[in-house]
């Protein structure tokens, strides 16, 4: 198998717009057909790696900041409803699940600025802390979409509000450039296990 970049108004070269379950996030098909490539246009495998880090990181960095919205949107939520004469966020079951959000949040951010440094500063370290930030992400940002959901009640469920599409979100990035389990896999490889 070969990557090659080509030309987007080279002859056999077309794309159209494709639907997706996030209605936010633009989704497109491309198509070759008959599309002749000479071998100055093949990447190397270190250039791969190289786009491989820099896709993953950017599409990490995307899903710091829907996990980070979701977790304030959920915040300010718990904050504004009241139920039993209360905000919700005074419960435990709400509290506990959104400090759990927050601190994964957290930790995905510090390993994924320590991930981006290395990519200008030390990029023999990238490609590892960069798969540690999108597979420690990969779950976390999917179980925050699910608890953003679950704690706007029945309403997060609806168009109405927005808890639905950072799951959505979730669930379109977690398989981007790698899911969880690839790039744990890929750790494993880098460190020699």
Known sequence: MFLA?????????????WPGMDLTKRLGRLS????????????S??????????????????MIGAAEGAVAL?????????????PIGRYQAVKHPLAE???????AKSLLYYAAWCLDDSPDEAPRYVSMAKALLSDAFARIGIDAVQLHGA??????????LYLKRSKWARPMYGD????????????GL
Do not use: N
Not at 5 to 17: F, K, M, T
Not at 74 to 86: L, P, V, Y
């Open 5 to 17: 970049l080509v030309e987007s108004d080279a002859p056999g070269v077309s794309a159209e717009d």
């Open 101 to 107: 959000m927050h601190v994964d949040v957290e930790s």
């Open 45 to 62: 495998g270190a250039a791969l790696g190289r786009i491989l880090d820099r896709a993953t990181a950017a599409v990490t960095c995307e």
């Open 32 to 43: 070759l057909q008959d599309v002749r490539v000479g071998a100055d246009a093949l990447l």
């Open 180 to 191: 969880s389990g690839f790039h744990y896999d890929r750790i494993a490889e880098l460190g």
């Open 155 to 164: 309403v997060g469920y609806t168009w109405e509000y927005d808890p639905h």
């Open 74 to 86: 959920t915040s300010e939520f718990a904050k504004q409803r009241i139920q039993f004469g209360d």
